[in-house]
């Protein structure tokens, strides 16, 4: 696998950011295209929109893992063995209010 670079984050930012442009061709055909949109078509389009940033988002998020080599990008040993320490010591936490209801 490819190490992820800066510019491979910034190209998923840029891309999330295309969101805006997409945007702003639905209120422009919905205020001033050559015909009425109903209102399903406006919600259809609005929808399709949202599901494209979604997948935009977490393109953009899983990129930021990758680069910064988080969750299960994590190879550095003492990092896991930081995060396993960690965990532990939460779920005794958790354990120990459990008790007390």
Request: aromatic share 10%; net charge neutral.
């Given at each position: 696998?490819?190490?992820?670079?800066?510019?491979?984050?910034?190209?998923?930012?840029?891309?999330?950011?295309?969101?805006?442009?997409?945007?702003k061709?639905?209120?422009?055909?919905?205020?001033?295209?050559?015909?009425?949109?109903?209102?399903?078509?406006?919600?259809?389009?609005?929808?399709?929109?949202?599901?494209?940033?979604?997948l935009?988002?977490?393109?953009?998020?899983?990129?930021?893992?990758?680069?910064?080599?988080?969750?299960?990008?994590?190879?550095?040993?003492?990092?896991?063995?930081?995060?396993?320490?960690?965990?532990?010591?939460?779920?005794?936490?958790?354990?120990?209010?459990?008790?007390?209801?």
């Amino acid at each position: 696998m490819n190490k992820t670079t800066e510019f491979d984050l910034e190209t998923a930012i840029m891309t999330v950011w295309a969101t805006c442009d997409d945007l702003k061709l639905f209120a422009e055909a919905y205020y001033d295209g050559p015909r009425e949109m109903t209102i399903d078509e406006a919600f259809g389009h609005i929808d399709g929109i949202r599901g494209l940033l979604e997948l935009r988002m977490e393109k953009l998020y899983d990129t930021y893992k990758r680069k910064f080599e988080i969750d299960q990008y994590c190879t550095d040993p003492k990092k896991l063995a930081a995060r396993e320490q960690w965990m532990s010591a939460i779920l005794k936490t958790e354990k120990k209010k459990g008790k007390k209801k």
